[in-house]
């Protein structure tokens, strides 16, 4: 059974980069997308982008200028860097595995990331 | 970005009751629509994938229908564990995106 972890700071100051971690286990990374998506406390999800295990990215235009997401298939891991970071960036952050049909199918549980000082 | 717009917002209904939450695109995306079960504090679950193909081990209580811009999640029968925020998700081009949710609480 394919597992998603998030990891990372739970409290990033505004103007900073937030930065965490998915490490994926009981699977291997390779093979497909992996998607990080998140949710503003009460509100609804929000896809930021997504990365094949070859390294090739998808990001949203409304996030693109700010975000990065990379891979590294040696630890079964991807990793998402968010710059410039404001209040409006307060979410929970979750990732997860794109499957066959283009469908989100494992996620993470989600970890929350709150911007302030 | 292609706009996904879910009706109602919230509802609520009784155990037993049938239940049909609506999302509507701002554009044809074929059949390329998910919809994912979330409770508090919780990931979100996929119920259900390409408008109608339930996944494996969820109760068949639960249907979907549609294409092009108009789709529809069914709950046949409401059970206590279904209380729950359902979105939907289009998955015809990125960026992907969902449905602002739809809430269905006790009555």
């Known amino acids: 059974q394919v597992q998603l972890q998030e990891s990372g700071p739970g409290l990033v100051k505004p103007s900073e980069t937030l930065s965490l971690t998915c490490t994926v286990s009981?699977?291997?990374?390779?093979?497909?997308?992996w998607s990080w998506i998140r949710q503003p406390p009460g509100k609804g999800l929000e896809w930021i982008g997504n990365?094949?295990?070859?390294?090739?990215?998808n990001y949203n235009p409304s996030l693109k200028s700010r975000v990065t997401i990379s891979v590294d298939t040696s630890k079964n891991q991807l990793s998402l860097k968010l710059s410039a970071v404001t209040a409006a960036d307060t979410a929970v952050y979750y990732c997860?595995?794109?499957?066959?049909?283009?469908?989100?199918?494992?996620w993470g549980q989600g970890t929350l990331v709150t911007v302030s000082s | 970005d292609i706009q996904m717009t879910q009706s109602p917002s919230s509802l609520s209904a009784s155990v037993g009751d049938r239940v049909t939450i609506t999302c509507r695109a701002s554009?044809?995306?074929?059949?390329?629509l998910n919809w994912y079960q979330q409770k508090p504090g919780k990931a979100p679950k996929l119920l259900i994938y390409?408008?109608?193909s339930l996944l494996s081990g969820v109760p068949s209580r639960f249907s979907g229908s549609g294409s092009g811009t108009d789709f529809t999640l069914t709950i046949s029968s409401l059970q206590p564990e279904d209380f729950a925020t359902y979105s939907c998700?289009?998955?015809?081009?990125?960026?992907?995106?969902f449905g602002q949710g739809t809430k269905v609480e006790i009555k």
């Open positions: 554009q044809s995306i074929s059949i390329y």
């Open positions: 009981g699977g291997s990374i390779s093979s497909y997308y």
């Open positions: 390409a408008a109608s």
């Open positions: 990365i094949y295990y070859s390294g090739s990215t």
């Open positions: 998700q289009q998955s015809y081009s990125t960026p992907w995106t």
């Open positions: 997860a595995r794109e499957g066959d049909k283009r469908v989100l199918d494992y």
